[in-house]
Nanobody
Framework: QVQLVESGGGLVQAGGSLRLSCAAS????????MGWYRRAPGNERELVAA???????NLADSVKGRFTISRDNAKNTIYLQMNSLKPEDTAVYYC??????????????WGRGTQVTVSS
């Protein structure tokens, strides 16, 4: 079993900050890329930020300069620091990880999501 557990969502006023965390646990041999996606009401899920095991990052244009993704490989955890939040950042944020299990090989895993609501 592998679990991704997100935390840190909540309600914040426009211009405020939140920090999301996602911890992977279970039968993990190694983890490749990890990332954050979001789905706003009526929209499709979109990539927000991704980070490789080596620390290379990729951020959506809409969050560049405001969001930062980081990773602690020893803890199998990634973080999303969100600053200067806007109402359009309101969405459910999902953690994703490419995890290698000895018995199943490489697979994609998803967290259950955490709600981020930004009020104007």
């Amino acid at each position: 079993q592998v679990q991704l557990v997100e935390s840190g969502g909540g309600l914040v006023q426009a211009g405020g900050s939140l920090r999301l965390s996602c911890a992977a646990s279970g039968s993990i041999f190694s983890i490749n890329d990890m990332g954050w996606y979001r789905r706003a009401p009526g929209n499709e899920r979109e990539l927000v930020a991704a980070i490789t095991r080596g620390g290379s990052t990729n951020l959506a244009d809409s969050v560049k300069g405001r969001f930062t993704i980081s990773r602690d490989n020893a803890k199998n955890t990634i973080y999303l620091q969100m600053n200067s939040l806007k109402p359009e950042d309101t969405a459910v944020y999902y953690c994703n990880a490419q995890i290698w299990r000895v018995d199943l090989g490489m697979r994609d895993y998803w967290g259950r999501g955490t709600q981020v609501t930004v009020s104007s």
